[in-house]
């Protein structure tokens, strides 16, 4: 257990020479030492690379309250949030006039019926396919407007 602990304290100092090699060296009564310099009298074991050190802050830190330089810049929230707002907008008209679409279209069209031979007539296929599509219209569009308004949820 004392070895690793002093392997890592040994690379806590050297985290500032983090791009400079560090040798193993082994002295002749058993201690090992880890050195960017020869050592006199040791036995060279080999050669140890520190790892490299982050470039910059990595994500949050457990424990550690997010400051402001944590947080995107305000106008790019800003434009998130409008562009966001936009889309939620126009989900909403979409619906409205899916929605408006599938209701004007329940009255069938001309050649949406087919007589039958007690003079009546009944809905044919076109017709159930074209109310089919519509009520597809209005669940694409619903799921447009959720999707929307979760994005302009996360913006805000």
Avoid: C, H
């Avoid at 201690?31 to 036995?43: E, L, M, N, W, Y």
């Avoid at 019926?113 to 694409?140: C, F, I, K, P």
């Amino acid at each position: 257990m004392r070895f690793p602990a002093f392997l890592l304290l040994v690379f806590a100092l050297l985290a500032p020479a983090a791009a400079q090699t560090v040798y193993r060296y082994v002295t002749p009564d058993g201690r090992t030492i880890f050195s960017d310099q020869p050592v006199p009298g040791a036995k060279l074991q080999g050669t140890v690379t520190p790892p490299a050190q982050p470039s910059g802050p990595t994500g949050p830190v457990e424990g550690r309250t997010p400051t402001a330089t944590d947080k995107p810049p305000a106008d790019n929230r800003a434009q998130r949030l409008r562009a966001a707002t936009q889309e939620v907008d126009a989900a909403t008209q979409a619906l409205a006039q899916a929605r408006a679409t599938l209701e004007t279209g329940k009255e069938p069209l001309p050649g949406e019926r087919t007589g039958t031979a007690g003079g009546g007539s009944r809905l044919n296929d076109s017709y159930w396919a074209r109310q089919t599509s519509n009520e597809q219209a209005v669940a694409r569009a619903q799921a447009r407007l959720d999707a929307a308004i979760a994005a302009r949820n996360q913006a805000l």
